[in-house]
């Protein structure tokens, strides 16, 4: 039975919707009682909440972490799981990331497609389930997350408290189907740094310039797309000046700032993009740690703990994606290469830290390539620190979820559906093999996801729309096991 169409009627509301869905800042904050992600988040959480239960659905919020919203009965459970959080909206928009703009049928704004928009799709499809007025052979939720960006303990709670779906799938990806997704590393590479005691003014044969602090990155799973030092410098300007300006001219991305007499500001601009996919974005920490380099090789920078930290970026990771100067490179034919993003790097007077997403395929021993990285950096006087972890996933064509799915995909396109594999990390890997990730996102279309100028396509939201309500179809009433 093809019932994809039903979800039509309510493309007004969902335009809506989304809009002001996006509206709501809801990234990761410093958690408050009961706000254990903070206000933001619990926000959207709620908005969700209400807006389901105005669409007649039963709501429960489960301790600010997560909710779901409940439709029919049975002992079986399904499952659709979305997340209200994304990452923080950064620079470089040419339009209010939080203004959920409308223009020739595209809505832009930071979560519009990750995942804001196929949340609000979600509860629509539902609706028009319950439109048809089927009594249902099982349990249907929308489970609706405040995590995913940031390591999904969310789910970690939510799971603990309530049911594991029997089915479910999660269209926070692309079509058609994802059943393996990399394991997922969040890895701190930590080092204290050797104090000394240093002339000031330098002794004339001493590099002048000293590095007092580097930061750049915010989170993981995102390019960084800004990062400075701040330098020591003499108040003179002196040879040294004008070889600095003659290195920051070699990189356009790279901007000097006299901030006072012995203090210079050096930033380096990039482009934000995806961790799994290090190459979608231009990271600012591997410029910014190449041009340090320079520095130290022209002999104008003194080679102490932060410079020498800033070099092993450079040489083991620099604009690498893939490990291959780490000594960690693999691949799988048929699920894709291990890869590499320098997230993160806070550096000063006592310690030096730099954060790394690693995502390793799903059908390789990702627990022998940490062995090896760690005893690299050992080498290098350095610790490693395992922040997070998630278990790869992989759910086999054979199993009922896929055939159902499949049957929901080629309902409504009339195309084959290909069983696919990504780096990118979804709650189908919190579900223990009984999830997938299925959508939202179309081949060959790129939403800006983590970037600037993130949209979504109306028309594509009610494609996927059509597909997600076969596929709540496929999960209430088939009968195969």
């Known amino acids: 039975?093809?019932?994809?169409?039903?979800?039509?009627?309510?493309?007004?509301?969902?335009?809506?919707?989304?809009?002001?869905?996006?509206?709501?800042?809801?990234?990761?904050?410093?958690?408050?009682?009961?706000l254990p992600y903070g206000s933001g988040v619990d926000r959207a959480l709620r908005y969700m909440?209400?807006?389901?239960?105005?669409?007649?659905?039963?709501?429960?919020?489960?301790?600010?972490?997560?909710?779901?919203?409940?439709?029919?009965?049975?002992?079986e459970l399904a499952a659709v799981l979305v997340h209200v959080d994304t990452v923080p909206e950064g620079a470089g928009w040419t339009v209010?990331?939080?203004?959920?703009?409308?223009?020739?049928?595209?809505?832009?704004?930071?979560?519009?497609?990750?995942?804001?928009?196929?949340?609000?799709?979600?509860?629509?499809?539902l609706r028009a389930i319950a439109d048809m007025g089927i009594a249902p052979r099982r349990t249907f939720r929308v489970i609706v997350g405040t995590n995913e960006e940031n390591g999904m303990t969310?789910?970690?709670?939510?799971?603990?408290?309530?049911?594991?779906?029997?089915?479910?799938?999660?269209?926070?990806?692309g079509y058609p189907i994802i059943h393996?997704?990399?394991?997922?590393?969040?890895?701190?590479?930590?080092?204290?740094?050797?104090?000394?005691?240093?002339?000031?003014?330098?002794?004339?044969?001493?590099?002048?310039?000293?590095?007092?602090?580097?930061?750049?990155?915010?989170?993981?799973?995102?390019?960084?797309?800004?990062?400075?030092?701040?330098?020591?410098?003499?108040?003179?300007?002196?040879?040294?000046?004008?070889?600095?300006?003659?290195?920051?001219?070699?990189d356009p991305r790279i901007a000097i700032e006299r901030l006072d007499a012995q203090t210079i500001r050096v930033r380096a601009e990039g482009r934000s993009g995806h961790g799994s996919n290090p190459h979608s974005g231009i990271n600012a920490i591997a410029h910014l740690a190449a041009f340090l380099r320079l520095l130290a090789d022209e002999r104008v920078l003194r080679e102490d703990g932060i410079c020498a930290f800033t070099r092993f970026l450079h040489e083991r990771i620099g604009f690498?994606?893939?490990g291959e100067s780490l000594g960690i490179a693999c691949s799988d034919g048929d699920y894709g290469r291990l890869t590499v993003n320098l997230?993160?790097?806070?550096?000063?007077?006592?310690?030096?830290?730099?954060?790394?997403?690693?995502?390793?395929?799903?059908?390789?021993?990702?627990?022998?390539?940490i062995a090896r990285l760690r005893g690299v950096l050992q080498a290098h006087g350095m610790e490693l620190e395992i922040v997070d972890y998630l278990e790869p996933l992989f759910v086999p064509g054979e199993h009922p979820l896929i055939r159902k799915l499949s049957r929901a995909y080629e309902t409504v396109t009339g195309e084959?559906?290909?069983?696919?594999?990504?780096?990118?990390?979804t709650y189908a890997r919190k579900l223990r093999n009984r999830g997938v990730a299925f959508g939202a996102g179309f081949p060959g279309l790129d939403t800006n996801v983590h970037r600037p100028d993130e949209f979504v396509r109306l028309e594509d939201m009610m494609r996927h729309g059509e597909i997600c309500t076969q596929a709540i179809y496929e999960l209430l009433y088939a009968d195969e096991s």
Request: hydrophobic share 40%; proline share 8%; charged share 25%.
């Open 154 to 173: 969310d789910m970690d709670h939510y799971l603990a408290a309530e049911k594991l779906p029997d089915y479910a799938f999660v269209p926070d990806a």
């Open 320 to 322: 690498e994606a893939f």
């Open 180 to 250: 393996a997704e990399k394991a997922y590393y969040v890895l701190r590479i930590r080092q204290d740094r050797e104090i000394s005691e240093v002339e000031w003014p330098p002794h004339p044969q001493t590099p002048p310039l000293s590095i007092v602090s580097v930061a750049g990155g915010k989170a993981a799973n995102v390019v960084p797309e800004r990062c400075e030092a701040e330098l020591r410098a003499p108040a003179d300007s002196g040879p040294w000046a004008e070889k600095l300006r003659e290195c920051a001219a070699a």
């Open 96 to 125: 209010d990331p939080f203004g959920g703009e409308l223009r020739d049928g595209t809505i832009f704004g930071r979560g519009a497609s990750d995942n804001k928009g196929p949340a609000i799709v979600a509860l629509y499809a």
């Open 1 to 34: 039975m093809n019932v994809s169409s039903a979800i039509r009627q309510y493309e007004s509301d969902i335009e809506r919707g989304i809009r002001e869905l996006i509206g709501i800042r809801s990234f990761l904050e410093e958690p408050q009682p009961g």
């Open 416 to 425: 084959p559906a290909k069983l696919l594999a990504i780096g990118g990390g």
């Open 343 to 369: 997230a993160a790097i806070r550096a000063d007077g006592e310690r030096q830290e730099a954060t790394l997403n690693v995502r390793v395929p799903p059908t390789l021993d990702d627990h022998a390539m």
């Open 49 to 75: 909440l209400e807006l389901g239960e105005r669409l007649g659905f039963a709501a429960k919020y489960v301790d600010g972490y997560a909710g779901h919203l409940e439709y029919g009965s049975g002992d």
